[in-house]
């Protein structure tokens, strides 16, 4: 079964620019979340959909959006990019309910310049 | 609300001799837990979680973790290290709807030979 797919692997952007992420979830997982990881702040929850719909999201300015599709793959968007945005952007899917593993892609390099 | 605190932000050790990462969590309810692996430039990848049926949790690669409610601790070990454990370690708490993780500063355990 064919694991969590992120595109692209890796993103320059200039500061000001907005970007947009892609993940494709496990087949059959409807949960898709976000983090983002720096090297200061360490792993941070972005948001969670679940059937299209936003369930939870962290303390992230409204600057970071994002959806899913009916399909269950999600996408999330970062509007007037800041240098202080440049991380590594995780996806993860998993079954809903509790205590269940959610299974990681390998992330989006974003780096601003 | 959950938290979770890694007490050692780097541990190294030699090859064949025990691996002891340390983890304290904080959460307003039973808990969900996980012990996640992160090798160099790939996404996360699942060790082990406690569901609450055992407090003794076995994982992947050899490594366990015991659930210690009263200590509010969540320690991941493994009998002997190998060259290929050296990575970064996150514990991590689940909020009780599934649906977030809340991630430990992470351990960078090395392995000398």
């Known amino acids: 079964k064919a694991g969590v797919t992120q595109t692209p692997r890796y993103l320059i952007k200039t500061r000001g620019q907005q970007v947009t992420l892609s993940c494709s979830p496990i087949s059959g997982h409807r949960s898709v979340s976000w983090y983002q990881q720096t090297p200061g702040q360490g792993l941070q929850f972005l948001f969670e959909y679940f059937s299209e719909t936003q369930r939870n999201k962290g303390n992230f300015p409204g600057r970071f959006s994002g959806r899913q599709f009916s399909n269950s793959r999600s996408e999330m968007n970062v509007s007037t990019l800041e240098l202080g945005d440049s991380a590594l952007y995780l996806c993860?899917?998993?079954?809903?309910?509790?205590?269940?593993?959610?299974?990681f892609g390998q992330g989006t390099r974003l780096t601003v310049v | 609300a959950q938290s979770v605190t890694q007490l050692d932000s780097h541990v190294s050790v030699s090859e064949g001799t025990p691996v002891l990462l340390r983890c304290n969590y904080s959460?307003?309810?039973?808990?969900?837990l996980f012990w996640y692996v992160q090798h160099p430039n790939k996404g996360l990848q699942l060790l082990l979680k406690y569901t609450s049926a055992a407090t003794l949790v076995k994982g992947i690669n050899g490594f366990e973790a015991e659930f210690k409610k009263s200590e509010t601790s969540f320690h991941l070990t493994k009998p002997s290290a190998h060259m290929s454990d050296a990575a970064e370690y996150f514990c991590?708490?689940?909020?009780?709807?599934?649906?977030?993780?809340?991630f430990g500063g992470g351990t960078r355990l090395m392995v000398k030979p």
């Open positions: 991590v708490v689940g909020n009780n709807a599934g649906n977030m993780l809340t």
């Open positions: 993860a899917s998993r079954t809903p309910g509790e205590n269940t593993e959610a299974f």
């Open positions: 959460s307003s309810y039973s808990p969900s």
